[in-house]
């Protein structure tokens, strides 16, 4: 996950503009948020943990002043939830200072973090961004060469905005895993996640990041290079599955009817008996409406969401994310005597679903058949989601009717892999279902701890 923005203006105010940014993106990630800004050359950065509305407030805005600002939103896969792994990381390198936001997961961290040890660089936090941010720092070569130098030792997925040099900087991985988009506010310059970030702050999506290509915004405009050959495309599947918001194009293209029709899909796949389809929201609401449109069941809330408590996939541990679970949904009354479809995008872990479906048969539903608008996630992830351990997936070594038995629902069936493929648009060859098919675009390491780069407790 995490979430970057970036942008390089000299009238406008860009640290305000970098935190509705981030407003826009906070679903990425609900850990820590950060600001950085550059004031002709001078770095400063603010980041703490929480969300963005906890760590920002008006004084604080007002007291970063700059003509190029980056900011991020973190949701930890390397490196534990602590403040010194809160982004944007600042890098005082040899040849330059750099700040930097990082979007991905690199499969080649512990080797490139060896090397920078071993020829004396200081690294102070536990995570793989700053090995990208040390190598740009450590380059006496100018600026965009330091960049395409660095992305060639890089290997794994990497959207990044930085600062360095009164310049803005953006660049992404010759996979594409994960999303980039260049945005323009007049004539000033912009850079997101997703595209829903460059709407709430006016900018006119102008096109996604190609894979292997860094952009940078300096006084003469807005320059690019093919800084690495682009390798077979590999954006994350996941990103239309769960990741992005609704409103966002991934790959150009809407990330909601995406999901609608993945819905519509899964009713042709795996029709059912029932009174009444409801969703998990709000993850599971366009497909429930893809759902219920193909099917003709039809279409209700039945499940109400504290929509103050976070995500729960995301929190960082199993304890929290299962208190979160209990705080964040109950069902409605009128579930009682009916037959429900319960529909949500994907079962990872198994917890929440195993929590509503009880939930549900409490309240009185008659019978509960879970629907999942994506195969089974069966394999890990090396790119970004923090599923790194194979032991976490409830699928991995289940079948479906054992996986049934787990969530004690009435049935379950899953979107097959290409029903979920059709619904995207996008060719199978484009992008990476490796937690699905157990297919890797890259190499991957046989097994990676989340907090291996971390001091061992005292």
Same mark, same amino acid.
């Given at each position: 996950?995490?979430? *970057?923005?970036?942008?390089?203006?000299?009238?406008? #105010?860009?640290?305000?503009?970098?935190?509705?940014?981030?407003?826009?993106?906070?679903?990425?990630?609900?850990?820590? @948020?950060?600001?950085?800004?550059?004031?002709?050359?001078?770095?400063? *950065?603010?980041? #703490?943990?929480?969300?963005?509305?906890?760590?920002?407030n008006?004084?604080?805005?007002?007291?970063?002043?700059?003509?190029? @600002?980056?900011?991020?939103?973190?949701?930890?896969?390397?490196?534990?939830?602590r403040?010194?792994?809160?982004? %944007?990381?600042?890098?005082?390198?040899?040849?330059?200072?750099?700040?930097?936001?990082?979007?991905?997961?690199l499969?080649?961290?512990?080797?490139?973090?060896?090397?920078?040890?071993?020829?004396?660089?200081? +690294?102070?936090?536990?995570?793989d961004?700053?090995?990208?941010? @040390? =190598?740009?720092?450590?380059?006496?070569?100018?600026?965009? &060469?330091?960049?395409?130098?660095?992305?060639a030792?890089?290997?794994?997925?990497?959207?990044?905005?930085? =600062?360095?040099e009164?310049?803005? *900087?953006?660049f992404?991985?010759?996979?594409g895993?994960?999303?980039?988009? +260049?945005?323009?506010?007049? &004539?000033?310059?912009?850079?997101?996640?997703?595209?829903?970030?460059? #709407?709430?702050?006016? @900018?006119?999506? $102008?096109?996604? *990041?190609?894979?292997?290509?860094?952009?940078?915004?300096?006084?003469?405009?807005?320059?690019?290079?093919?800084?690495?050959?682009?390798?077979?495309?590999?954006?994350?599947?996941?990103e239309?599955?769960?990741?992005?918001?609704?409103?966002?194009?991934?790959?150009?293209?809407?990330?909601?009817?995406?999901?609608v029709?993945?819905?519509?899909?899964?009713?042709?796949?795996? %029709?059912? #008996?029932?009174?009444?389809? /409801?969703?998990?929201?709000?993850?599971?609401?366009?497909?429930?409406?893809?759902?219920?449109?193909?099917?003709? /069941?039809?279409?209700? &809330?039945?499940?109400?969401?504290?929509?103050?408590?976070?995500?729960?996939? /995301?929190?960082?541990?199993?304890?929290?994310?299962?208190?979160?679970?209990?705080?964040?949904?109950?069902?409605?009354?009128?579930?009682?005597?009916?037959?429900? $479809?319960?529909?949500?995008?994907?079962? $990872?872990?198994?917890?929440?679903?195993?929590?509503?479906?009880?939930?549900?048969?409490?309240?009185?539903?008659?019978?509960?058949?879970?629907?999942?608008?994506?195969?089974?996630?069966?394999?890990?992830?090396?790119y970004?989601?923090?599923?790194?351990?194979?032991?976490?997936?409830?699928?991995?070594?289940?079948?479906?009717?054992?996986?049934?038995?787990? /969530?004690g629902?009435?049935?379950?069936?899953? +979107?097959?892999?290409?029903?979920?493929?059709?619904?995207?648009? +996008?060719?199978?060859?484009?992008?990476?279902?490796a937690?699905?098919?157990?297919?890797?675009?890259?190499?991957?390491?046989?097994?990676v701890?989340?907090?291996?780069?971390?001091?061992?407790?005292?």
């Amino acid at each position: 996950m995490c979430g *970057v923005f970036g942008i390089r203006s000299l009238e406008r #105010d860009v640290a305000r503009l970098a935190y509705f940014g981030l407003f826009a993106l906070q679903h990425r990630g609900q850990e820590s @948020a950060g600001i950085a800004v550059s004031e002709r050359g001078r770095l400063t *950065v603010l980041r #703490d943990m929480g969300l963005v509305a906890q760590v920002f407030n008006e004084q604080q805005l007002q007291a970063l002043p700059g003509e190029v @600002a980056i900011g991020h939103t973190r949701y930890s896969t390397t490196g534990a939830n602590r403040w010194a792994n809160a982004q %944007p990381l600042i890098h005082h390198g040899r040849a330059r200072t750099v700040a930097l936001g990082h979007n991905g997961n690199l499969v080649n961290a512990e080797e490139l973090r060896a090397e920078l040890l071993e020829d004396g660089v200081r +690294l102070g936090s536990g995570s793989d961004t700053e090995v990208i941010a @040390a =190598l740009i720092g450590r380059d006496p070569a100018p600026l965009a &060469e330091a960049v395409a130098n660095a992305m060639a030792r890089l290997e794994g997925a990497y959207s990044v905005a930085a =600062l360095a040099e009164e310049t803005l *900087v953006a660049f992404r991985d010759p996979n594409g895993f994960r999303p980039l988009t +260049l945005g323009r506010i007049g &004539e000033d310059w912009v850079v997101a996640s997703e595209t829903c970030a460059l #709407d709430l702050v006016g @900018a006119e999506v $102008v096109r996604d *990041v190609r894979p292997g290509e860094v952009v940078w915004v300096d006084a003469d405009g807005l320059h690019s290079a093919q800084a690495v050959p682009a390798g077979p495309s590999a954006l994350c599947i996941f990103e239309h599955v769960y990741f992005a918001r609704p409103d966002s194009r991934v790959a150009g293209v809407e990330v909601h009817g995406v999901r609608v029709r993945m819905g519509e899909r899964l009713a042709r796949e795996a %029709p059912v #008996d029932a009174d009444l389809v /409801i969703p998990i929201p709000d993850s599971g609401t366009p497909a429930a409406i893809g759902f219920s449109k193909e099917s003709g /069941i039809p279409f209700d &809330e039945g499940l109400i969401k504290n929509r103050y408590v976070a995500r729960t996939f /995301i929190q960082p541990d199993q304890e929290m994310r299962e208190q979160g679970i209990r705080l964040k949904f109950n069902p409605l009354a009128e579930v009682a005597g009916r037959r429900i $479809v319960v529909v949500d995008d994907s079962i $990872v872990r198994g917890n929440t679903m195993r929590q509503l479906v009880q939930m549900l048969l409490a309240a009185g539903a008659a019978e509960v058949h879970v629907r999942i608008s994506s195969p089974p996630v069966v394999a890990p992830c090396f790119y970004g989601i923090d599923m790194a351990d194979e032991d976490e997936l409830a699928a991995a070594h289940r079948s479906v009717e054992e996986m049934r038995e787990l /969530i004690g629902a009435t049935s379950l069936h899953y +979107l097959s892999v290409e029903g979920m493929q059709e619904a995207t648009g +996008l060719p199978e060859d484009s992008v990476c279902r490796a937690c699905f098919t157990r297919e890797y675009p890259t190499r991957v390491p046989g097994r990676v701890a989340k907090l291996r780069f971390e001091p061992a407790p005292a």
